[in-house]
């Protein structure tokens, strides 16, 4: 004799089944039958309603693209938590980085304006150099700008003046590769003006 729940279960492995074969109705029956549950999810770990409601719209979206991909060993509303929790992280992650993106733009933007309201150069070097992290960029400067040695550099920064070294070089290294990536792009869009 098969239960309430084992019927339920039944049913959703069959409109999982007609799903995989494209059968739109069962989608919606799916859809419906595990909306509420995820929205109540997605809003635990948002504490935003709509931004539960735009996630649990893309989880959907997504489990529609990836349902062939759903083998039936986990619950499909575990399945749909999957998806939504790595949506959620992924935009997460994209926000984060969009946020850094814009301050560490600011922060160059200002750095130029700042350095060019005092008559002094902003050039490509100093671009390269706001690309670095911090710990690798603030050597470089003190060292090539400043001309502190290793050792007044390690005391600064407290860490070893072998330390300051490698990371000034790797430092280097890396300015220069991007130096040179933003001159084959000069010389690449003055050849594709030139051509015109």
Known sequence: MIGKRGKKLMEEKDL????KRGDQLAFAMLFKNNYPFLVKYLIKITMNPDAAE???????AKCVEKIGLFNGKAKFS?????????????????SKRERNWKAEEEVSRRMKWHL???NEEWNDALSALGKLKDEIR???VLKHYYGYSYEEIGEMMKISSGTVKSR????IMSVREELKLH??????????????
């Open 16 to 19: 999982i089944i007609s799903a």
């Open 54 to 60: 735009e996630l649990a719209q893309e989880t959907m």
């Open 78 to 94: 575990s399945w749909l938590i999957s998806i939504a929790t790595n949506l959620y992280i992924d935009q997460k992650r994209k």
């Open 116 to 118: 060019e309201s005092r």
């Open 138 to 140: 603030i050597p470089i």
């Open 168 to 171: 000034v070089h790797n430092g």
């Open 183 to 196: 001159d084959e792009q000069e010389i690449t869009a003055a050849r594709s003006r030139s051509s015109r």
